[in-house]
């Protein structure tokens, strides 16, 4: 391992800022538009008042059906049962004896969206920011020593089987992401007020990455990664090892801890390096993960985003200005629907919504009509897929509508869409402590 002076010169792509974009954010009737904050409101409002539980599209395995009927507890059953729920236009989970859950990582992802969210919209937002952080303390896995988090609900892959709660490197990673919004939005307000700062955040995160570096990093020659959905996995799963490089960058950043970067920038080369020449990644190497999807696209260019942010290096800025180029020219109709697929017109997914929202933002210099277009898919997002009651639907497919609430999938990843809309545009905080980066490792 040796050492090269690198560039520090700020990435194009991730500060770069022209005056048409300016002048486009500050008239883009969505950051404007009354309906975002009502939108929030209600949507808020209706996860409060469910405790921040829900049903998830995956969580058939909590069914008692399993435990009253041992002989159903088996791999085909289990994927038959799963895609029969994910898939009815009418959600039976009661029926099923299916409980709701509160899930890591959509506590996770509430956490990052009241961060995000001005007071105007949400009353009492710190004991909600506190109660946040306190739930995912004691949701973190019992079956690990380090700050570690799985999901609320077993899943039957093609050969193994996930139990529920066994941590796992996307549903830690997102949790320590959140963390480190907390601690750098605490981080900021520590000039005001002495008694902001919370280094537990800092401390669970720095966990996470721990876990992560020790219990899912491997290399095997050339290759490196880390392992998904279990230990011992040697997979490429593209968006989860960018996540995984991601939080690593940051944890970097304000810990000043080298371990951590060898390694993400060793696995964010990599996944560059499978990028295809019209800017698309596979979900996976895999032969059975070929597909080409919006919201993993989304959390790649994301990640390559965070990198370059976190460790001041345009290193990756041509890779993401391909991959959004792709992003932006296969992913939306000409009414702002998204699509989940490059190549498909159905299904719509309320992820799809959220994810296209939050990468039309985070790359809104790449294209001054980003911001628009955000707004466009909002307003499409609220004519088809909204419900007065205070959620969002699962999907619209070409002959119907599943009209199933799930807390994770849709409304946690809604609400994080709708405080970046109100959020004034913000880019994340430069100006929070952290360790600045001399030199990139060369792997």
């Not at 395995?61 to 895609?83: E, Y």
């Not at 401390?203 to 230990?231: C, H, Q, R």
């Not at 994301?302 to 993401?320: P, V, Y």
């Not at 009414?335 to 299904?347: K, L, V």
């Amino acid at each position: 391992m040796t050492s090269t002076a690198a560039p520090t010169k700020v990435s194009t792509v991730t500060n770069a800022r022209t005056t048409k974009t300016r002048t486009k954010m500050q008239n883009s009737p969505s950051t404007m538009n009354p309906d975002v904050a009502r939108a929030a409101r209600k949507l808020l409002a209706y996860c409060q008042q469910n405790d921040w539980a829900g049903h998830d599209p995956y969580d058939a395995l909590n069914s008692r059906l399993f435990k009253a009927l041992p002989v159903l507890d088996s791999r085909i059953p289990r994927l038959a049962l799963t895609q029969v729920l994910k898939r009815s236009p009418i959600n039976v989970r009661s029926l099923a004896l299916v409980p709701k859950t509160q899930n890591p990582k959509a506590m996770a992802l509430f956490l990052s969206a009241l961060l995000k969210l001005p007071n105007t919209v949400v009353d009492g937002r710190e004991d909600l920011i506190r109660y946040m952080i306190d739930r995912l303390v004691a949701l973190r896995s019992s079956e690990s020593s380090y700050w570690a988090w799985g999901y609320s609900f077993p899943w039957q892959g093609r050969s193994i089987l996930v139990p529920a709660g066994a941590p796992n490197l996307v549903c830690t990673t997102f949790v320590g992401g959140a963390l480190l919004d907390a601690y750098e939005k605490q981080a900021c307000e520590q000039q005001r007020d002495q008694r902001c700062l919370d280094q537990r955040c800092l401390t669970m995160a720095v966990g996470a990455a721990e876990y992560i570096l020790n219990d899912l990093y491997w290399t095997d020659g050339a290759k490196a990664g880390f392992s998904y959905p279990m230990p011992g996995l040697r997979g490429e799963t593209h968006n989860a090892n960018l996540l995984a490089a991601a939080l690593f960058c940051r944890v970097y950043k304000h810990t000043g801890e080298k371990k951590f970067l060898e390694p993400a920038l060793r696995v964010a080369r990599q996944a560059v390096g499978k990028q295809h020449p019209d800017g698309s990644w596979f979900y996976g190497e895999h032969p059975s993960q070929r597909w080409i999807d919006n919201f993993h696209t989304g959390y790649n260019l994301e990640a390559l985003q965070s990198i370059g942010r976190s460790l001041e290096t345009a290193e990756f800025d041509s890779s993401m200005r391909r991959g959004f180029d792709f992003y932006r020219t296969h992913f939306f109709r000409e009414d702002a629907a998204p699509r989940y697929f490059h190549d498909r017109a159905y299904p719509l997914d309320i992820h799809c919504v959220a994810q296209s929202i939050l990468t039309l933002l985070a790359f809104r210099d790449l294209d001054p009509g980003n911001v628009q277009l955000a707004g466009s898919v909002f307003d499409w997002a609220m004519k088809h897929m909204w419900d007065e009651r205070g959620f969002f639907y699962y999907r619209v497919l070409r002959l119907c509508t599943i009209r199933t609430s799930y807390m994770r999938w849709s409304q946690a990843w809604m609400l994080l869409a709708l405080s970046a809309l109100l959020s004034g545009l913000e880019q994340p905080p430069n100006g929070t402590p952290g360790h600045k980066l001399t030199a990139l490792v060369q792997v």
